[in-house]
């Protein structure tokens, strides 16, 4: 069922835009949904009437705006491992996903962690946040395995590095957790550490 009740005009559509922007960075300013939809009426300029006349409640636009990020983040990641070098050596292509995945999580952690948090106890949001991270390892999967023929361990290898890359990466960008939580290094050191480490993982398997 949807949660968004269909626009019958286009500046409908883009006053409710225009809300759903303005969820987002108050969302993104506070860490939490603590605001109000009065508070996202004078952000964006859109009533709280016409808003009711699109969602129930607050909770559904907090929803809608996920959806619709998860959608741009989607996009985005098809985009970025669109560029995968898969018929180039393992070494460029674990340099690649892992690069390409902390590049991808950097630019989208204001945005991902509130969400992310929210996901503990929203099972709509939790439910999308997982299926955008399907496709997002999947993509990371395929970059990092390339076109050439490999076995069910090469496989589970670096289905093993995806796990451990997100895990580091989430736990540098302090994604779903309090910002406090970030781990004291630079992002490129880590990203270099990790390169490393995978690339002697999977030369092992």
């Given at each position: 069922m949807s949660l968004v009740r269909e626009p019958r005009q286009a500046?409908?559509?883009?006053?409710?835009?225009?809300?759903?922007?303005?969820?987002?960075a108050l969302l993104v300013e506070r860490g939490s949904p603590s605001f109000t939809l009065v508070e996202v009426a004078h952000a964006s300029g859109v009533s709280t009437g016409s808003m009711y006349g699109r969602i129930a409640s607050k909770d559904d636009l907090i929803r809608a705006a996920h959806d619709r990020e998860m959608e741009r983040l989607s996009a985005e990641t098809v985009e970025v491992f669109g560029a995968a070098p898969l018929d180039a050596t393992d070494a460029r292509r674990v340099?690649?996903?892992?690069?390409?995945?902390?590049?991808?999580?950097?630019?989208?952690?204001?945005?991902?962690?509130?969400?992310?948090?929210?996901?503990?106890?929203?099972?709509?949001?939790?439910?999308?946040?997982?299926?955008?991270?399907?496709?997002?390892?999947?993509?990371?999967?395929?970059?990092?395995?390339?076109?050439?023929?490999?076995?069910?361990?090469?496989?589970?290898?670096?289905?093993?590095s995806c796990t451990v890359v997100y895990s580091v990466l989430a736990r540098q960008l302090a994604l779903g957790s309090d910002p406090g939580a970030a781990a004291d290094y630079r992002l490129d050191q880590v990203v270099d550490e990790l390169i490393g480490m995978v690339t002697v993982y999977l030369d092992g398997n």
């Open positions: 500046r409908s559509r883009q006053s409710f835009e225009r809300a759903l922007d303005a969820a987002v340099r690649f996903a892992i690069g390409a995945l902390a590049g991808l999580l950097e630019r989208n952690a204001p945005v991902l962690s509130p969400f992310m948090l929210l996901a503990n106890h929203d099972d709509v949001i939790a439910a999308r946040g997982k299926t955008a991270f399907v496709e997002m390892t999947t993509l990371f999967e395929r970059a990092m395995l390339g076109t050439a023929p490999t076995t069910a361990r090469k496989r589970r290898a670096v289905r093993w």
